[in-house]
């Protein structure tokens, strides 16, 4: 059974900067696809960041771009959002997701694993 985790959510002033973590647990990885998903009050869930779990590629939203980074720490089976020059836009729950083979970029419906979120919200 797949499990995701997701912390590191929090309240940050414009231009800041905050750091998602998803911790995974259940099986190998290995041949995983890892993403993340944004969901603002009263829009649809969308695709922000997406890598392969051995760490060869990665693809983002291009309003994302030269902002976030997405990263896998191979040790601690835990995907990385850093998120820098942070806007009120942002402002969002941020979902760890999984599917069995990495594709870019994937709709939500893709992917098999989701974790519960984590709340960031960006003061302007």
């Known amino acids: 059974q797949v499990q995701l985790a997701e912390s590191g959510g929090g309240l940050v002033q414009a231009g800041g900067s905050l750091r998602l973590s998803c911790a995974a647990s259940?099986?190998?990885?290995?041949?995983?696809?890892m993403g993340w998903f944004r969901q603002a009050p009263g829009k649809e869930r969308e695709f922000v960041a997406t890598m392969s779990w051995t760490g060869g590629s990665t693809y983002y939203a291009d309003s994302v771009k030269g902002r976030f980074t997405i990263s896998i720490d191979n040790a601690k089976n835990t995907v990385y959002l850093q998120m820098n020059s942070l806007k009120p836009e942002d402002t969002a729950v941020y979902y760890c997701a999984a599917r069995k083979v990495y594709l870019v970029p994937g709709t939500p419906s893709s992917y098999e694993y989701w974790g519960q979120g984590t709340q960031v919200t960006v003061s302007s």
């Open positions: 259940g099986r190998t990885f290995s041949s995983y696809g």
